[in-house]
T-cell receptor
Framework: NAGVTQTPKFQVLKTGQSMTLQCAQD?????MSWYRQDPGMGLRLIHY???????DQGEVPNGYNVSRSTTEDFPLRLLSAAPSQTSVYFC????????????FGSGTRLTVV | KQEVTQIPAALSVPEGENLVLNCSFT??????LQWFRQDPGKGLTSLLL?????REQTSGRLNASLDKSSGRSTLYIAASQPGDSATYLC????????????FGKGTKLTVNP
């Protein structure tokens, strides 16, 4: 049981490049989310999904795109990377209905130069 | 808008001391509250989840309490150890069906041998 797996762990991008951060969970959780963590700002919700085929925006969605074609996977796409997107990105999943809380992945540290 | 505050931002204690970390939130209409631990450069590890109908949860040397009416939660750590050194985050999930977790900025705990 791997839990929530994020890849890559580290990435350096040039401004304007695009990339996809991968997130997979093997717990059959319905709910999945992406957060970014910045110094002094705490964790902020980017996008979330309550099930396959259903996604919605969080607090800071601009510059990011998501899709949920399967229960297991929830990739985060950076369309045109900007230095302001330098951050640590965390994926999280939950069974839903808040009954058991969220499980977080180990994070992707992204630097945009 | 829900806001979560954690005080103090940093705490240094000698090994063996009992300690309390504080978390306050502005809107008492919460679904649950979750305490996490984050080690440097790592992901978030869930410690305790308290549903809005509960007053406290315990796991080993950890005890979390919730006073929804006053908008407060505390995390009590008994007989602290150097291995407890980490940043502790609390996160609130509001009522109303939103899957957004609102995080505090954390308390960085250092336990000195």
């Amino acid at each position: 049981n791997a839990g929530v797996t994020q890849t890559p762990k580290f990435q350096v991008l040039k401004t304007g490049q695009s990339m996809t951060l991968q997130c997979a969970q093997d717990m059959n959780h319905e709910y999945m989310s992406w957060y970014r963590q910045d110094p002094g700002m705490g964790l902020r919700l980017i996008h979330y999904s309550v099930g396959a085929g259903i996604t919605d925006q969080g607090e800071v969605p601009n510059g990011y795109n998501v899709s949920r074609s399967t229960t297991e996977d929830f990739p985060l796409r950076l369309l045109s990377a900007a230095p302001s997107q330098t951050s640590v990105y965390f994926c999280a999943s939950s069974p839903g209905q808040g009954s058991r809380g969220y499980t977080f992945g180990s994070g992707t540290r992204l630097t945009v130069v | 808008k829900q806001e979560v505050t954690q005080i103090p931002a940093a705490l240094s204690v000698p090994e063996g001391e009992n300690l309390v970390l504080n978390c306050s939130f502005t809107d008492s209409a919460i679904y649950n509250l979750q305490w996490f631990r984050q080690d440097p450069g790592k992901g978030l590890t869930s410690l305790l989840l308290i549903q809005s109908s509960q007053r406290e949860q315990t796991s080993g040397r950890l005890n979390a309490s919730l006073d929804k009416s006053s908008g407060r939660s505390t995390l009590y750590i008994a007989a602290s150890q150097p291995g407890d050194s980490a940043t502790y985050l609390c996160a609130v999930k509001d009522q109303g069906g939103s899957e957004k977790l609102v995080f505090g900025k954390g308390t960085k705990l250092t336990v000195n041998p």
